[in-house]
């Protein structure tokens, strides 16, 4: 399964952005899914990650600010982000387990907060 995100924007601090993550394979549902950020100079870090069957864990640091969910019938996973905030700044991705584990990385979609 590859992945293509997408819903990156400009942003002002305190607002909202929905990043989509859709597959371009077969047997998406069946994938936990998780959402990165890299911020230039870090590393990359895993905010969230929703299994198959919708159970959903946090990057303590986003918790109650980002929320992630997935539509099987609409093969599509998302990730609200809320309030946020200049440090957010980031190329966010989305991946399978696998394709993590072995560094396969799809474009990302950048998500800048500046006022």
């Known amino acids: 399964v590859q992945l293509v995100e997408s819903g990156g924007a400009l942003a002002k601090p305190g607002e909202s952005l929905r990043l989509s993550c859709a597959p371009s394979?077969?047997?998406?549902?069946?994938?936990?899914i998780g959402w990165y950020r890299q911020a230039p100079g870090e590393q990359r870090e895993l905010l969230a990650r929703?299994?198959?069957?919708?159970?959903?864990t946090y990057k303590d640091s986003v918790k109650g600010r980002f929320a992630i969910s997935r539509d099987n019938t609409d093969n599509t996973v998302y990730l609200q982000l809320n309030n946020l905030k200049p440090e957010d700044t980031a190329v966010y991705y989305c991946n399978t387990d696998l394709r993590a584990k072995r560094n396969l990385w799809g474009q990302g979609t950048q998500v800048t907060v500046s006022s």
């Open positions: 929703i299994t198959g069957s919708g159970t959903t």
């Open positions: 394979g077969n047997m998406f549902s069946l994938h936990a």
